[in-house]
């Protein structure tokens, strides 16, 4: 390392990005990516600092001061092969990682100026590693004669693939949709996230010789007791798929949508480009998201680009309680979605026909913290108004999909059917069974759900060489 | 490092022994029953080996197809084969009519919902209407093998609508036959027929309706001042099919439930017909459009 003081640069490399007027009239990314010299540059703003923080707020800890040394020097595949010792999926995370809590958060540049970009950067080495083709295929060590079973091609189960695989044991991905990726295909939109990424990313496990089962839904079409007839261990990553509602009048009219239909529509089924593709979606001139999360993000910049006139957030707390990365709030704004803050809504109401006419709201003030340490939203009184609007997307959480729960007996779970795991091995309940990702979480980051992933593949891999749960 | 072909096929040994290997489910058979209404068989070993009375499956005709839910009207483990009766409505089930013999569907997922509740209840009207028609067929053979007296009673708008009539004999003990026209049978439609049953003073245990929403909710009014247990298979719009996007929710007995996971079967006098005919109409107008491009 050089001991000699280097020169603060204070600001980031601003990121290449299309222009919001642009942007919302077509569903590609918006960040372009850096350039190469766009990337040595920013690069080269880290401090080398003597007890790098950054690699402590990474879930995965990357050895990110080493990686961003080799990008630095122009060593793309060496800085690449580094990030991936530890993280299988960087084109995704360096996208979907809320970095402003993580690495970035931690930089010491960040204290007074803008922390390197370390997740542009990632995604920047990944990017340039697609671009040289498809990566070599390492050796495999020999067949342990051990088969696992993962349930979902999530981020977590397609990282305790990639894991496994590469420690001899045979690898068969249960899939209950037509394309592998869980979130990062039905929720995450190609805005944000192109789905070819996710893709390049499923082949190449694939291509280690991990075997993927599409339309096959476990708890369904098997339990999983009867995989474990087959397969030495099982690894349950399926996600948080059940979408909550309000529980308030007015919720089944035509017109309002959970977040988890409305972006499974335009981005599973491409419903953005219908009629091209089959599948509808209602476009609305006037749409409220109600959250104030990620999730809530991406549907309301995904109504501007289905057509919405008007784009409007309501959130029960306020700005600085919103659980959405930084970046997604800001691009929110850039693209002029409205937010109603410190707002509940109360009730929807329709028309004769059964469509969504106005949603009712209560405006609300902040109490004392709750639970999560945030503070409480409370009802002011007789402060109900209403909004006109055709369609509503709720985006206010989701709990795992109980399919699995129901049929697993001896599966503990707890509150809204989160899978009990042990926090080092990710051990279930059950024997041979493992969990991770949001169905031990309850929704969590794609990023935590790989650190999951990870810990379980090692436990996974020792308890198929031991025997001993 | 070795070359790539070696680790390749290293790779691919280690797959010799996997189980039962769901492949491409490729269609077998499509043939025509009725005017708009066609049979569908398709090579799906894993699905034909699992699914029960009342399960659906859910496909896509191609790349860019919707995912239809199809309630299915026959299996058969031999062949490795499951059959769905579908009816020409709109782009996606038109798409359906244009597969033929050796064609891949992208998607075929199965089973899904509850399987429906079987047991030795005395005697059983089993009602069909359109679609449904080939989906009572495993339903009233599954009750009769279970000891039931069974009714099948099949209903179309004309006699040229109705089809398996000789199927359903085999398998009941009686079958009523209505169209509205009254080209065949006495009854104006499969409801009235239920009433001039239950009139006559016919003891029926329980009933069971599969078809359009309208005919089941008519179905559900005919049995409900009789107190007869009425079971409907609930045809909501849905998509993924396990739980996830609630694209398919209904009300019954003032709760919100999803169809495809809570049912398809609810008890047809508790359910809020007038909120699930109102969501099945949601994308009328563009299901006509893309129809026509």
Known sequence: MSKKAKQIIPKKTPMPEQAPAERIKNYDEVPRGYTVEQAMAEAKRCLECGRPLCVDGCPVNINIPAFLKLVSEGDFRGAINLIKETNALPAVSGRVCPQEEQCEGKCVLSKRYESVAIGRLERFVADWEAAQGPPPIPELPPPTGKKVAVVGSGPAGVTVAADLIRKGHHVTIFEALHEAG???????????????????????????????????????????????????????????????????????????????????????????????????????????????????????????????????????????????????????????????????????????????????????????????????????????????????????????????????????????????????????????????????????????????????????????????? | MADDTTIKLANEDRHSSDPAEPGPVTVLRREPLAPNIQLLTVRAPVVASKIQPGQFVILRADEFGERIPLTVADWDTVEGSVSCVFMQVGTSTYKLGKLKAGDILPTFVGPLGKRLELDRWGTVLVAGGCYGIGSIYPVVRALKEKGNRVISLIEGRSKFLLYWLDRLEAVSDQVLISAKDRSIGKSRDGPDAVKDLLDSGERVDRVIAIGCTFMMYQMAEATRPFSVKTIVSLNPIMIDGTGMCGACRVSVAGETKFACVDGPDFDGHQVDWGLLLARRKAYLGPETDSGER
């Open chain 1, 182 to 469: 869980g979130v990062l295909v039905y929720g995450i939109p190609e805005f944000r996230l192109p789905k070819a990424v996710v893709r390049r990313e499923v082949e190449y496990v694939c291509r280690l010789g991990v075997k993927l089962i599409k339309d096959f839904v476990v708890g369904a079409a098997e339990t999983v007791d009867e995989l474990l007839e087959e397969y030495d261990a099982v690894f349950l990553g399926t996600g948080a798929g059940l979408p909550w509602f309000l529980n308030v009048p007015g919720e089944n009219l035509n017109g309002v949508y959970s977040a988890n239909e409305y972006l499974t529509r335009a981005n599973l089924m491409k419903a953005y480009r219908f009629p091209e593709y089959d599948t509808p979606i209602v476009r609305g001139k006037r749409v409220v998201t109600i959250g104030g999360g990620n999730v809530a993000m991406d549907s309301a910049r995904t109504a501007l680009r289905l057509g919405a006139d008007e784009s409007i957030i309501v959130y029960r707390r306020s700005r600085e309680e919103m659980p959405a990365r930084a970046e997604e709030i800001h691009h929110a704004e850039q693209e002029g979605i409205r937010f109603e803050l410190l707002t509940t809504p109360v009730a929807f109401h329709g028309d004769s026909n059964g469509w969504l006419k106005e949603i009712e709201c209560i405006r609300n003030e902040l109490g004392e913290p709750d639970a999560s340490g945030r503070r409480r939203p409370v009802p002011i009184e007789n402060s109900n108004f209403r909004i006109p609007v055709d369609v509503v997307v709720l985006a206010i959480g989701q709990s795992p999909n109980p399919l699995i729960a129901k049929t697993t007996p001896d599966l503990k779970t707890g509150k809204d059917g989160v899978v009990i795991v042990d926090n080092e091995t990710m051990k279930t309940s059950k024997r041979g069974v493992f969990a991770g990702g949001d169905v031990a979480t309850g929704g969590a980051t794609v990023i935590l759900a790989m650190g999951q992933g990870k810990k379980a593949a090692n436990a996974i891999d020792e308890y198929l060489r031991t025997g001993a749960w």
